[in-house]
T-cell receptor
């Protein structure tokens, strides 16, 4: 069964303290891996799509990487406005049109 | 402005009373889908549609119906809501089904009593 897990469940960082969020997946035939940011009471907002192992993408303080079994979202020198829940999702398997989300990592950045 | 619009944003209803949550997108996207989000379970896909008149089940389709008669609209229908369908619902659209970013609506918080 296709599965996506994320760790840690919650992360509390001091402003400027860099860290990484993990997304592990067990799927066959990965089509794409997505990272989204979700603020309380709002819909997820797209950040990145990664298609193959070794691929990296960057946006401001965020950098996403992909291996054959997991993806990392690296946050460099975070600011309080980076506080949000970060969601990972995959499209894979026999039905490429389905999307499977992980449970998310809740990030708090303390000034 | 490119957007996905859901209505209503909040809804309280009683068990068994049919309801429809509307979803409309103005980006001419082919792919649309519905999700529910529950604490500890994350976002789970209910139904998706790859184009007009083409729909398929996601992971949690029981108790829901959808239709796609026009490209821009993708309503979610609960014919006989039950308390276990109390949740936060999101509609999303993307240019195509595979490997493209999704735009999400603002969400509909449904409570079934």
């Amino acid at each position: 069964e296709d599965q996506v897990t994320q760790s840690p469940e919650a992360l509390r960082l001091q402003e400027g303290e860099s860290s990484s969020l993990n997304c592990s997946y067990t799927v066959s035939g990965l089509r794409g891996l997505f990272w989204y940011r979700q603020d309380p009471g709002k819909g997820p907002e797209f950040l990145f799509t990664l298609y193959s192992a070794g691929e990296e993408k960057e946006k401001e303080r965020l950098k996403a990487t992909l291996t054959k079994k997991e993806s990392f979202l690296h946050i460099t020198a975070p600011k309080p406005e980076d506080s949000a829940t970060y969601l990972c999702a995959v499209q894979a398997g026999a039905s490429y049109d389905k999307v499977i989300f992980g449970p998310g990592t809740s990030l708090s950045v303390i000034p | 402005e490119a957007q996905v619009t859901q209505n209503p944003r909040y809804l309280i209803t009683v068990t068994g009373k049919k309801l429809t949550v509307t979803c409309s997108q103005n980006m001419n996207h082919e792919y649309m889908s519905w999700y529910r989000q529950d604490p500890g379970l994350g976002l789970r896909q209910i139904y998706y549609s790859m184009n007009v008149e083409v729909t398929d089940k996601g992971d949690v389709p029981e108790g829901y119906k959808v239709s796609r008669k026009e490209k821009r609209n993708f309503p979610l229908i609960l014919e006989s809501p039950s308390p276990n369908q109390t949740s936060l619902y999101f509609c999303a659209s993307s240019f195509e089904s595979r490997g493209t970013e999704a735009f999400f609506g603002q969400g509909t918080r449904l409570t079934v009593v």
